[in-house]
């Protein structure tokens, strides 16, 4: 069988997961072609953590039923956090990114001697370039993102946590570390290939790898640092409790240079929010955190936040705001909440209209401008000309 494979993810964990799909289908005797032209099936990795991405996700994929006769799949996180929107739009195979073993049996034909989980587990790829922005200017319509201009070193899938928000966690898979020798030879590969010191690692909660296989996240920083003294750290998708549990250790690895970006979600500056997402953490303990950072003068951290939740008030959302605007990340990414029927958060009361969660997005748009940070939201450029370049490329 001929199979295209298009990634409509924003984030770059799921390339772990498609070259993963490609490698079993090359194992399986099915030959991957470089257009959907070419193919009897199309297998589009879909994208839904936030009702913008998920949108586009299912243009394209009415796009790909309406231009192609091939088989067109919807693999990735919609079969599960959207179910009832994928099925009113769209009329072809489901492939539930929980199941994906059994999924890809039956609709590839897969050996049992040779089954995706015991397939390519560990993903890594060279840096694309050094700067993302400069690169963009200099090659109009290739996609270059922040990650890019490291090392990409993807160490665990799923999480732990159980935020009443999460909508992923309807689609993650059970949670599991990949094995930490495999990590360091991976990355020693690319190091000597390339030449390249600057490291990003990836996961859906990175604090928590190495909790199912008896190690941690300092254990594998450790590890790394052998493979070359001289590697340099960006962590991404750092929940503030895991900072909390090793809080000497990385900003020893902060203050000595180690450590050269990180990405905090907070969600929430506001203690009544925070306990309603379930987020299992105290105001103070971000501040904590934050307050350090700032001591420490080191700038090249980001956060996430999340914009109408159930519940929140006007003063809920200012007290996140003045914490945005005291604390001073690098970047941000704002999103609207986004309802999923099967998530906690469905069952809380007080929902905030549309009409006002994008007023107080828009608000924190020209706070942000005025203050000179950079921002990602629904109605923001940036997250459009990603989608714009995602849904041109002809690769994963």
């Known amino acids: 069988m001929k199979v295209f494979i298009k990634g409509l993810n924003t984030c770059v964990m799921r390339k772990q997961k498609l070259t993963q799909y490609m490698q079993y289908l090359i194992d399986n005797n099915h030959q991957l072609v470089d257009s959907p032209e070419k193919s009897d099936s199309i297998l589009v990795w879909t994208c839904a953590f936030r009702s913008d991405v998920r949108d586009n996700s299912l243009d394209q994929l009415e796009l790909y039923e309406k231009t192609y006769d091939s088989n067109i799949i919807a693999a990735g996180c919609m079969p599960d956090i959207s179910p009832d929107i994928l099925e009113s739009r769209f009329h072809g195979e489901l492939l539930p990114w929980k199941d994906d073993s059994a999924g890809m049996e039956r609709l590839f034909d897969g050996n049992p001697d040779k089954p995706l989980d015991k397939t390519v587990p560990i993903f890594t790829q060279e840096a694309y370039c050094h700067d993302a922005e400069l690169f963009r200017k200099e090659n109009p319509g290739k996609d270059a993102s922040f990650h890019d201009q490291f090392i990409k070193l993807v160490v665990s899938e799923g999480c732990l946590y159980q935020c009443a928000y999460c909508s992923e966690r309807l689609a993650f898979p059970p949670y599991h570390s990949f094995d930490l020798e495999g990590l360091a030879t991976s990355c020693a590969h690319l190091v000597k290939k390339t030449g390249r010191k600057e490291v990003i690692l990836l996961a859906d909660s990175l604090g928590q790898y190495g909790?199912?296989?008896?190690?941690?996240?300092?254990?594998?920083?450790?590890?790394?640092?052998?493979?070359?003294?001289?590697?340099?750290?960006?962590?991404?998708?750092?929940?503030?409790?895991?900072?909390?549990?090793?809080?000497?250790?990385?900003?020893?690895?902060?203050?000595?240079?180690?450590?050269?970006?990180?990405?905090?979600?907070?969600?929430?500056?506001?203690?009544?929010?925070?306990?309603?997402?379930?987020?299992?953490?105290?105001?103070?303990?971000?501040?904590?955190?934050?307050?350090?950072?700032?001591?420490?003068?080191?700038?090249?951290?980001?956060?996430?936040?999340?914009?109408?939740?159930?519940?929140?008030?006007?003063?809920?959302?200012?007290?996140?705001?003045?914490?945005?605007?005291?604390?001073?990340?690098?970047?941000?990414?704002?999103?609207?909440?986004?309802?999923?029927?099967?998530?906690?958060?469905?069952?809380l009361s007080n929902k905030v209209e549309d009409e006002v969660a994008f007023k107080r997005i828009r608000e924190f748009e020209t706070q942000m401008i005025k203050a000179g940070i950079l921002y990602n939201s629904e109605l923001g450029e940036l997250m459009r000309n990603r989608l714009e370049r995602v849904n041109a490329r002809n690769e994963i």
Do not use: W
């Open 211 to 347: 909790r199912d296989i008896g190690i941690n996240l300092v254990d594998l920083l450790r590890r790394l640092k052998k493979v070359d003294s001289n590697l340099v750290f960006a962590l991404n998708n750092l929940h503030c409790n895991d900072v909390i549990q090793f809080f000497d250790e990385l900003f020893a690895m902060v203050q000595n240079g180690d450590i050269c970006h990180l990405n905090l979600p907070i969600q929430s500056g506001s203690p009544q929010v925070l306990k309603r997402m379930n987020r299992s953490y105290e105001l103070g303990d971000i501040q904590r955190v934050f307050e350090k950072l700032n001591e420490l003068d080191f700038r090249e951290f980001d956060t996430h936040i999340i914009i109408g939740f159930p519940g929140e008030t006007e003063d809920d959302f200012k007290q996140t705001l003045d914490f945005i605007l005291r604390y001073r990340p690098k970047y941000v990414l704002a999103s609207k909440y986004m309802d999923s029927l099967d998530a906690p958060a469905h069952n």
